[in-house]
Nanobody, 124 residues
Framework: QEQLIESGGGLVQAGGSLRVSCAASGRAFSRYAMGWFRQAPGKEREFVAGISWSGASTDYADSVKGRFTISRDNAKNTVHLQMNSLKPEDTAVYYC?????????????????WGQGTQVTISS
């Protein structure tokens, strides 16, 4: 059974850092584009960052560019999102996503698998 399990969420002060991780199991996710989306209360889910299956290409939403870094370890079937200079508006549930297509299509929500989400809360 395919699973994406997030971890690492929590509460931090504005300006701080946090790393969320995603462990994939049950399928050859090493061949999938992987990414992170987030959903704040009362808002739609939005794309945050994505990484190609090889790790050679990455993509970021403008709102996080320069502050967040996505990485993956295919040997461990894990994906990480390092978040620095966090702002209160980064508060959301963060979801890991896997897409059996090119990275660019992940922005269009072409996602095949979702994780259950992990809460990230930034206090001002």
């Amino acid at each position: 059974q395919e699973q994406l399990i997030e971890s690492g969420g929590g509460l931090v002060q504005a300006g701080g850092s946090l790393r969320v991780s995603c462990a994939a199991s049950g399928r050859a996710f090493s061949r999938y584009a992987m990414g992170w989306f987030r959903q704040a209360p009362g808002k739609e889910r939005e794309f945050v960052a994505g990484i190609s299956w090889s790790g050679a290409s990455t993509d970021y939403a403008d709102s996080v560019k320069g502050r967040f870094t996505i990485s993956r370890d295919n040997a461990k079937n894990t994906v990480h999102l390092q978040m620095n200079s966090l702002k209160p508006e980064d508060t959301a549930v963060y979801y890991c996503a896997a897409s059996d297509t090119v990275l660019a299509r992940m922005r269009g929500y072409e996602v095949d698998y979702w994780g259950q989400g992990t809460q990230v809360t930034i206090s001002s």
